[in-house]
Each structure stands twice: as structure tokens, then as C-alpha cells.
């Protein structure tokens, strides 16, 4: 069975000081990692997808990375703004049916404080 | 391009009725996804859907829960008899093939 493992569970940080989110997954054949940031009370926004392990995405202050076995969002110099709930997802190209199903974690919530 | 629309926002049954939760993909996107979330959990699929199909249902509960995604018109994921235990933010989502999904603002179910 996928699993997607988020750590930490929760982190506080002060405006400015980097640090990084991990994403480990067990998936009998990865298609895709999904990184989305949630807002209380919104919707995931999309963030990143990656395919292939050693490939890697930026996005203003965020950077995704990605290894056989787990997932990084580093995030540089943040600001409170980007505090939220970062959520990981795996989709797995051995799905019965072809299924374009997600699987998500828990997630890390992230308080960036001024 | 308006994004994934979700309607209604928040929606109050009593046990024993009927919810209804609708969702409009973004134009051009032909798969729909729902998913659950429950405080302090991760979302959890329930079912993927293409217009008139549905793929794969292996996150529906067998019982009372059903969706569908007609030719003309948006989603409906509908929960009959509503108990406690079905209060939580329902998300939908839609893509296209093999891209990235794109999720609406949700509908939050409270179940009294």
C-alpha cells in the first residue's frame, strides 16, 4: 500500500531563517510528487509536481527536490506569508484501472513568525 | 479562467437527510477527483471520475455515499442519510490527463 510520511508534524520558524520540509513515500512505482500549500479554511494550492529523482523545482522562496525514497521543500528566507500547511502527494503508475488518484500525507504546518 | 468551483461552501444537515455537494472543473479539464479531509488528517481520496464515469471508486464508503459526473452540468457527490461521523471539508478536484490537479475551495459538511 502507498504511504506518504510528512515530517516534521509542525514547525515554527522566525522570518528569515531557512529550513526544510521532508516528504518520505514507499510507492511500488512513483509517476509524480505533488507538493501543495493549504490555507486555513482553503483549498491545496498547487506548488510543485516532480518526476524523476534528482529533479528539482523553485518557486520564489520555495525549492523542491527529489530522491528515491523521499521529497525536500526548502524554504529560504521565509516570511509570514508563507506560513501554512504544506501537503505531499504520490501517484502511482501501477494504480489498478489506470487511476490518477492521489495519495496525500498529513502535512507540515508551518508558523513563520515576524 | 475561473478556477475549480465547489458550491455550497458550508452546509448544515440534520441526521437522516440528504447532502449534495457540488463541483465545476476548470474549463478544459475532463477529470474530477473527491477527496475528504477531517481535522488534524490528511485528505483521503474517494473517487475519480471522467464525464459519464466513473473510474475508481476505492475511497467510497459502500454505503450511502455516491457520485457522479454527468455529460452536461458539474459533479455531484451525494451523501444520503447523513450521520456524526460524515461532518468534514469535502475538496474536489480536476486536471488533465496526467497533469497536475487543481482543487476547489471545498465544502464543509456539518452533520447535526
Not at chain 1, 36 to 53: H, M, N
Not at chain 1, 69 to 93: G, Q, R, W
Not at chain 2, 56 to 82: C, H, N, T, W, Y
Amino acid at each position: 500500500e502507498d504511504q506518504v510520511t510528512q515530517s516534521p508534524e509542525a514547525l515554527r520558524l522566525q522570518e528569515g531563517e531557512s529550513s526544510s520540509l521532508n516528504c518520505s513515500y514507499t510507492v511500488s512505482g512513483l509517476r509524480g510528487l505533488f507538493w501543495y500549500r493549504q490555507d486555513p479554511g482553503k483549498g491545496p494550492e498547487f506548488l510543485f509536481t516532480l518526476y524523476s529523482a534528482g529533479e528539482e523545482k523553485e518557486k520564489e522562496r520555495l525549492k523542491a527536490t527529489l530522491t528515491k525514497k523521499e521529497s525536500f521543500l526548502h524554504i529560504t528566507a521565509p516570511k509570514p506569508e508563507d506560513s501554512a500547511t504544506y501537503l505531499c502527494a504520490v501517484h502511482n503508475m501501477s494504480q489498478q484501472g489506470g487511476s490518477e488518484k492521489l495519495v496525500f500525507g498529513k502535512g507540515t504546518k508551518l508558523t513563520v513568525n515576524p | 479562467n475561473a478556477g475549480v468551483m465547489q458550491n455550497p461552501r458550508h452546509l448544515v444537515r440534520r441526521r437522516g437527510q440528504e447532502a449534495r455537494l457540488r463541483c465545476s472543473p476548470m474549463k478544459g479539464h475532463s477529470h474530477v477527483y473527491w477527496y475528504r479531509q477531517l481535522p488534524e488528517e490528511g485528505l483521503k481520496f474517494m473517487v475519480y471520475l471522467q464525464k459519464e464515469n466513473i473510474i475508481d471508486e476505492s475511497g467510497m464508503p459502500k454505503e450511502r455515499f455516491s457520485a457522479e459526473f454527468p455529460k452536461e452540468g458539474p459533479s455531484i457527490l451525494r451523501i444520503q442519510q447523513v450521520v456524526r461521523g460524515d461532518s468534514a471539508a469535502y475538496f474536489c478536484a480536476s486536471s488533465r490527463l496526467r497533469r497536475e490537479a487543481f482543487f476547489g475551495q471545498g465544502t464543509r459538511l456539518t452533520v447535526v
